[in-house]
């Protein structure tokens, strides 16, 4: 067996990047042992190039980013089965020497079945986001954690509740999470993280949804009903971006803060919970450290996922246009969430239907005035009234009542003298 990538003298690939190649997939990221870790990765900087940076130079961590490929070297600790004894999953004890793969006992056979076994409990005390990566790594492969596996991670679940002081660094959760929600089995690792005890400990918020009945048109639990909405996202949607999948994540995240039982229809009601789960969204992906502009662009989807699509075209292109900077992200998400609600699955494929419908036509991307051209057309000087006049021309545009700057200057002359009978102190009547 050959190893497709470079290797500097003195280093062995190791882990994931080996176990993937055995498993029939390319690996992007590559992890290598090395009796010198630094000269290794200044050898492979001289060969392959990129940016290379230390990541713990006092325990010998350094990495090389090469466009988009990442290669790790750590220092190799005693011989190579000692090595393997400390990694996480049998999966990952595997490194590459001499044109052979060696691993523990048992990996073939875990290979073979596809499952992810601990190689040995303790480890998963070593790293604590051991266990938060073998749930990934199960979604994201597609491999089963079997009974005395899920059972590991439980205990190491109900450790790190007991003691958060050991949690990961936030910065490290945020990433296991990500990828996560980045693969296609998303909604099966998100499953997992509940059923490990994993949700609790790193989304607690979310943990409030499970066994949340919620009646009316849910004929699933809030929890159950978040898992399908996420599903149905990427059956809609397979290449939808993180953000749109962690607004399918968080949209009812305000349902535990906002049930109430209303005894005049006889059920929970959650009156308030898109803003209510906005607002959760935003505390909980600013803890984990997601960029600022994506922790906005989440708030924001869920707080309008519970809108409703105009009936009528004009205000359907005007409705799209107010939210533009929102599509599509939050079309499928309204659409997914109604998928995952019985009795109006229907709405899904209307709402679908209508937004493509209505965007065969594109939307204009600027007014056909200028600023400086409203302003010496209206008599204006610079200020907020410039900005209404040109988002109300936009909206003209987008409505199809107008479509030249002859009709776009008459536009604004009408939208003018609109503007000014409603004035305070305008006569009620011309006149």
């Known amino acids: 067996m050959d190893f497709p990538f470079y290797t500097p003298k003195g280093a062995f690939p190791v882990g994931g990047a080996v176990r993937d190649l055995l498993l029939g997939r390319r690996p992007k990221d590559l992890d290598y042992a090395a009796l010198d870790p630094e000269g290794a990765a200044k050898e492979a900087e001289r060969r392959l190039g990129g940016s290379l940076f230390p990541l713990d130079p006092g325990r010998g961590h350094y990495r090389l980013v090469v466009g988009e490929r990442t ?15 400390r990694r996480d999953y049998r999966a990952n004890a595997l490194f590459f020497k001499e044109g052979a793969v060696f691993g523990l006992r048992g990996v073939e056979e875990d290979l073979r079945r596809r499952l992810l076994v601990p190689v040995r409990e303790e480890n998963l005390y070593e790293d604590h986001l051991r266990s938060l990566r073998g749930v990934r790594l199960a979604a994201s492969l597609g491999l089963g954690l079997p009974g005395r596996t899920q059972e590991a991670l439980r205990r190491h679940a109900r450790f790190l509740q007991a003691h958060p002081e050991a949690h990961p660094a936030r910065e490290r959760v945020r990433e296991e999470l990500a990828r996560l929600l980045l693969s296609p089995r998303a909604a099966f690792g998100l499953r997992l993280l509940e059923r490990t005890g994993l949700l609790g400990v790193y989304l607690p918020e979310l943990a409030l949804l499970e066994g949340l009945e919620q009646g009316g048109v849910h004929h699933l639990p809030a929890w159950e009903h978040t898992l399908s909405a996420v599903f149905h996202l990427l059956f809609l949607w397979p290449e939808a971006p993180l953000e749109a999948r962690l607004a399918a994540l968080y949209h009812d995240a305000g349902k535990p803060l906002t049930r109430r039982f209303d005894p005049e229809v006889g059920r929970f009601r959650f009156l308030g919970h898109p803003e209510v789960g906005a607002e959760i969204a935003r505390a909980s992906l600013s803890w984990l450290r997601f960029p600022k502009e994506a922790v906005e662009r989440v708030q924001a989807l869920v707080r309008r996922h519970m809108d409703r699509l105009p009936e009528e075209r004009r205000a359907l292109r005007r409705f ?19 998928l995952a609600t019985r009795g109006v699955e229907a709405e899904a494929w209307e709402v679908l239907g209508r937004y493509g419908e209505a965007l065969r036509e594109p ?45 776009a200057r008459a536009f604004l002359l009408y939208w003018r003298r609109g503007r000014e009978a409603q004035a305070p102190g305008a006569p009620d009547h011309p006149g």
């Open 320 to 338: 799209l246009l107010r939210r533009h900077d929102l599509l599509p992200d939050l079309v499928y998400l309204m659409a997914a969430d109604r």
């Open 363 to 407: 939307l204009p991307q600027r007014p056909l005035l200028s600023g400086e051209e409203a302003m010496a057309l209206l008599g204006l000087r610079e200020g907020p009234e410039v900005g209404r006049a040109l988002k109300a021309l936009l909206e003209a545009q987008a409505e199809g009542a107008v479509g030249t700057p002859e009709e």
């Open 71 to 85: 290669l790790d070297f750590t220092p190799l600790e005693g011989d190579l089965l000692e090595d393997l004894l």
